[in-house]
């Protein structure tokens, strides 16, 4: 048997388990029948009785063992949950350091994204003008009204949907505005 003080929960448990069907087993035994049994076939008792004693010796180191396992399995328990924590600490550490990184990326680029969003509004807002523009002339002149409207975007779609689920961005709403409505219905022009 290997030292048990450095046995893992898991192995503590497993053996545990084994011996109380070991002791079950044990229990379940009546010696004095068996003896009796022995003796009334004519058997050989002596060797029954020393076969008995081995019996009872090992059923008392069991005894012993699960007394032992039992009471190291809190030390255990404790043991392998500091461990465990050190690995988890170790791994947070790392994610620290790797967070501080992806921050610096987000800081970094949050201004591009603010200034394209800004020319993205503008361009929309142009859009929009150009396309009241176009709408009031086509009713004035009879002009047939091209397909105009406000711009939308599948892959801002996408985002927006994402931020939808997860709202992180706010700002890309903008991109599913209501089309552009004027006398010629709702006016969307898809870009991609």
Known sequence: MSAI???SVQAIRDR??????DERAFAARDLDAELATVMRNGGDADATEAAQQEAERVARRLRAERIALEGL???????????AMVRIKLRHDEAATEVDGV?????????????ATQ????LQDEAFALTTQASN???ETKAGMPQLGNFRSARLDAIGDLNNRKPILPILWSSQASAVTNHHGAQTRVID
């Open 5 to 7: 003080n450095t046995m």
């Open 16 to 21: 545990l388990a084994a011996i109380g069907r």
């Open 73 to 83: 399995l809190p030390e255990a328990i404790l043991r392998e949950g500091a461990e």
């Open 103 to 115: 921050i610096d990326e987000m800081v970094e680029s949050w201004n591009a994204f603010v200034n």
């Open 119 to 122: 020319r993205f509004e503008k």
């Open 137 to 139: 002339l086509a009713h």
